[in-house]
Structure formats: structure tokens, C-alpha cells
């Protein structure tokens, strides 16, 4: 299969900025190169059926866009290069490493033989595939790390919007027991079904395909969204019908412009706001569902 390398040559300042918007033309990982000339190279890869060759256009626009809102982008220039299965694999391979993400959660490729640092590590084997994302976006950093501030043995987890599987994978390695992950497009199931194997866990998490919430009558303690608001607002209402009393939600993929109609969103579906986390220009919430006493 022949892929697109999409690169937005840029620096540290508006890199936050340009990561939103790649992401918000389907992007659903990218890889940081910081070359020797001061330039950041900002890089995510797109199947060739998904033609990210015609919205470059719209993408370059989008980041000539930033100078208006106070952010230098440097050189600012957007650029594509073909591949294949094999030139991207090695051109993946050159940046993605093993990565620390919280406490105890540490993200490895599974072409790096990584070495745990200390006995109490729980270390979560990935193979990115092209589009599903290698686990370090600040979004999936928010996620994991509230998932192991608030995870406890024995929960229940609906891991919705599921891509690599990275957040399932994490909370079982912190004790939960029963998962069960879902996608609505057929290469991330896929995708995580194969990253869930990786790790040893094919018999305990259950990965379907399924949009959002729809016809998922089970309730769990914890629902995991990690999907921009334009996912994620509709999902809110239908989380109520899913968690048990006191249940909670972590959701990430929130940019700052969005936070405030997502927290009302929650607030009128009866959440409770526990924390609200950032991380550069991206946000995590975790609340729950209100109590009977609250």
C-alpha cells in the first residue's frame, strides 16, 4: 500500500497549533523531528484512499492562518513525499522511541527492546500502523494519566473512540478488569485488536466496532473518550444511560476553545467536574455522574 508523509515545517511555538489542525483533517498521530537548523518538522501519514494530497491546500491556508492569532509559525510551509509500507516503517522507526507517559506507564514501539527501569514500570508495547498514532499525543498523555490517578482493581471501562487501543491496554496493566473497546472505523479496530495482542491481553479486551455509544446497554464505572468535541459533545448524553451511579468519564481531544461547552455539556447531562487537566493548547476532564446525596 502507498502512503502520504504530510510534513508542516515550523518551530516550538506554534507546534501545539499545528498538531490541532493536522488532527482536525483526520490525522490521528505525528511524529516531532527537530532538525539541526532550528526547524520543527512536524510529520503524520495518511493511506493513499484518504487523499490528504487535496486538502493540503486548505491545511497551508489554515497555517498562514496562525500569524493572525499571535503565533510566529516560522517557515510555515506545508509538504508531502509518497511512500510505501516499507519506506515508512523506516522512516517511523527513526523517530519513535520508547517514552515514559505517567508514574508507572511507559509507551514502547514494538521494534525497541525496551528494558523497564524499575519493578513497579508497566510498559505498553504499541505498533503505531501508519494512522492510529504512537500513544505520545498530549491527548493520550491527559487520558493515561488520569486514568491512573483515578483507576481502581476490579473496574469496569467502555473505551470509546478506541483507536491503537493504548488506553484499554494502560488501564488493564493498572487493574482493570473488565474492558471492552470500540471504534467505528474498520483499521482502528483492527489496528487495536492487534496492539491489544501484542500486550498479551486478547482474551481480556473485548475490541468491536461501533459508533459512539449506540446500542451499548452495559454499564461500566469508567468511560474513556479521547476524540475531538465534535465526538465527544453527542457521546456526553448517551454516557449517562452507560455508567453505573458515580460513575465517571475522562475525556481528552479537547482543545482549549472547546472547553467550556464541554464542561457545560457535562454540567447539563447532571456530570459533576472533578479535574480539568491541559497540556500545551489540549485539555482533559474527568467528572462524574452525580451522586443521589450531591
Given at each position: 500500500m502507498e502512503w502520504t508523509e504530510i510534513s508542516v515545517l515550523t518551530n516550538d511555538e506554534s507546534q501545539d497549533a499545528v498538531i490541532n489542525i493536522l488532527m482536525e483533517f483526520g490525522s490521528l498521530g505525528v511524529e516531532l523531528d527537530s532538525r539541526d537548523d532550528g526547524v520543527l518538522s512536524i510529520n503524520s501519514y495518511f493511506p493513499e484512499d484518504f487523499d490528504i494530497k487535496s486538502k493540503v491546500p486548505a491545511i497551508q491556508e489554515r497555517v498562514d492562518q496562525l500569524k493572525s492569532f499571535g503565533l510566529n509559525p516560522g517557515m510555515g510551509k506545508v509538504v508531502t513525499k509518497d511512500l510505501n509500507d516499507d519506506k515508512w516503517n523506516t522512516e517511523w522507526e527513526k523517530y519513535y522511541h520508547a517514552k515514559r507517559i505517567t508514574k508507572f506507564l511507559t509507551i514502547s514501539p514494538v521494534w525497541e527492546d525496551y528494558k523497564k527501569e524499575s519493578d513497579d514500570e508497566?510498559?505498553?508495547?504499541?505498533?503505531?500502523?501508519?494512522?492510529?498514532?504512537?500513544?505520545?499525543?498530549?491527548t493520550t498523555v491527559l487520558c493515561l494519566q488520569a486514568i491512573e490517578n483515578i483507576i481502581r482493581?476490579?473496574?469496569?471501562?467502555?473505551?470509546?473512540?478506541?483507536?491503537?487501543?493504548?488506553?484499554?491496554?494502560?488501564?488493564?496493566?493498572?487493574?482493570?478488569?473488565?474492558?471492552?473497546?470500540y471504534d467505528y472505523d474498520d483499521d482502528a479496530v483492527t489496528s487495536a485488536k492487534q496492539n491489544v495482542a501484542l500486550n498479551g491481553f486478547a482474551d481480556d479486551i473485548k475490541v468491536g466496532k461501533n459508533s459512539l455509544l449506540d446500542g451499548i446497554t452495559k454499564k461500566v464505572d469508567i468511560i474513556f473518550a479521547n476524540m475531538l468535541p465534535e465526538a465527544v459533545l453527542p457521546l456526553i448524553p448517551q454516557a449517562v444511560n452507560n455508567l453505573n451511579p458515580g460513575g465517571q468519564i475522562i475525556i481528552s481531544g479537547i482543545i482549549k476553545e472547546k472547553l467550556d461547552i464541554t464542561n457545560q455539556t457535562l454540567k447539563d447531562n447532571d456530570f459533576v467536574i472533578?479535574?480539568?487537566?491541559?497540556?500545551?493548547?489540549?485539555?482533559?476532564?474527568?467528572?462524574?455522574?452525580r451522586r443521589d446525596d450531591e
Open positions: 508497566l510498559v505498553i508495547k504499541l505498533d503505531p500502523k501508519k494512522a492510529f498514532g504512537t500513544g505520545v499525543h498530549p482493581e476490579g473496574q469496569s471501562i467502555l473505551d470509546i473512540g478506541t483507536g491503537s487501543g493504548v488506553l484499554s491496554i494502560g488501564a488493564k496493566l493498572l487493574g482493570a478488569s473488565d474492558i471492552e473497546a472533578d479535574q480539568v487537566s491541559m497540556l500545551g493548547d489540549w485539555c482533559g476532564i474527568t467528572a462524574h455522574l
